[in-house]
């Protein structure tokens, strides 16, 4: 599988024209390509055919930022490779034998792991964010931060070696201080989130909350495993559940909830994908477009809401009713911008239509405020109560301003 340069020159000139006026002004990659180190520093240089430099170069030139996929605990050079500043050499990193792990008589699956107590690891964690840097990349996502603390899958069972609690926390405070220092977005992605995210919402910019998008649709936003949580990764299967069972951690100026990727392409109706893009943005999380140019048809103007986007440019993070799972309150979210204004979103997550009916006091509000719907851009007068119907599905977002 590959991207070619030619192919990416379109997805950039897609990016730069329909969705940057918009506030959209990074391109991403993800994995599933091959991530190769081509030069003498043993870090990635390439994503497949596509030099990193060149993505950079081609990004920069439409007014765009570039991510990219990596983990600064994966080694991708050889063995012989020296780390910058130390004796030590790439083959220092690695597992040997001495370290304490939790399954020792597994193998680690599909990547090399620097372990964080070895010699030379903190070094080539800071070389990690000082390589990029230097290549003009500004956001890291780092995948599969679950099997380096446990080896542990639930779905395939034992997948690694397992370095430890301990050393997990070493390894992202070593990340954390180095992603500070080079002016880095940190974004952790499959973590167990264990001991309420402890170690996670201390050291990481942007924490997954939720099972991967995958085929998306209904069945990631709301239906997967509904009402469920468990202990590992992932905690929920659904957007809407893991929003809700971890929105106590996040708020302005704390870490990010990450819902994963949207693809609106995958959604059955126009009310599933304003619920999806309209629980992203209440939630405080990003707004991940993966629908391509090839695909996206009719779908533009779902990402392109100016009156919900204000609410990313703002910081805004919302609150459910509850945060408890099994509490259809939970479909009830609303906050506060930094204007004073309040947001209140009335979600149906139900197959079929449900009305509603809220005192604004319900919100710590009072008195009559002056309510705008986001979605159908229309003023509804002064109001002290909300009172909606909802179709399945749907959702109803409102801005209320004195």
């Not at 989130?193 to 924490?207: H, K, P, S, T």
Request: charged share 25%; net charge negative.
């Amino acid at each position: 599988m590959d991207i070619t340069p030619q192919e990416w020159d379109k997805i950039i000139d897609w990016v730069a024209t329909d969705l940057k006026p918009y506030g959209y002004d990074m391109v991403c990659t993800d994995g599933f390509i091959p991530m190769l180190a081509q030069d003498e520093s043993g870090y990635m240089t390439h994503y497949g055919s596509m030099s990193i430099k060149e993505l950079v170069e081609k990004c920069k030139a439409k007014g765009l930022k570039v991510g990219v996929y990596d983990n600064p605990l994966w080694i991708h050079g050889s063995d012989d490779t020296p780390i910058e500043g130390t004796q030590y050499t790439f083959r220092n990193l690695k597992y040997n034998g001495a370290n304490t792990v939790l399954n020792p008589g597994a193998s680690d699956m599909w990547f090399s792991w620097a372990v964080a107590e070895n010699p030379g690891a903190k070094e080539f964690i800071d070389g990690f964010f000082k390589h990029y840097k230097e290549l003009g990349v500004e956001y890291i996502r780092m995948d599969f931060l679950s099997w380096y603390e446990d080896g542990k899958d639930r779905g395939m069972g034992t997948v690694g070696l397992g370095y430890g609690r301990e050393s997990y926390a070493r390894a992202l405070a070593y990340i954390a201080e180095s992603a500070k220092k080079y002016g880095i977005f940190t974004s952790l992605v499959m973590p167990h989130l264990n001991n309420d995210a402890e170690i996670e919402a201390r050291y990481g910019n942007m924490v997954r909350i939720v099972a991967d998008t995958l085929g998306g649709g209904w069945w990631h936003c709301s239906a997967a495993d509904r009402g469920k949580s468990y202990k590992n990764w992932p905690n929920c299967s659904n957007m809407f559940d893991g929003f809700t069972y971890w929105s106590h951690i996040a708020g302005r100026d704390k870490v990010i909830l990450d819902g994963d990727f949207i693809r609106l392409n995958t959604f059955s109706t126009d009310a599933e994908k304003e619920t999806v893009i309209s629980l992203q943005l209440m939630a405080g999380g990003p707004v991940t477009v993966a629908d391509q140019y090839l695909n996206i048809g009719n779908n533009l103007k779902f990402y392109t809401n100016a009156e919900l986007l204000e609410l990313n440019a703002d910081r805004f993070v919302g609150k459910p009713l509850s945060d408890k799972l099994s509490d259809k309150n939970n479909e009830i979210w609303y906050g506060q911008m930094s204007n004073g204004d309040y947001v209140i979103g009335l979600f149906n997550r139900d197959d079929s239509a449900r009305s509603y009916s809220f005192d604004l006091s319900t919100f710590g509000m009072s008195g009559e405020w002056k309510m705008r719907d986001l979605w159908r851009h229309a003023d509804e007068g002064t109001v002290s109560t909300i009172t909606a119907t909802i179709p399945a599905h749907g959702c109803k977002i409102v801005r209320l301003s004195k």
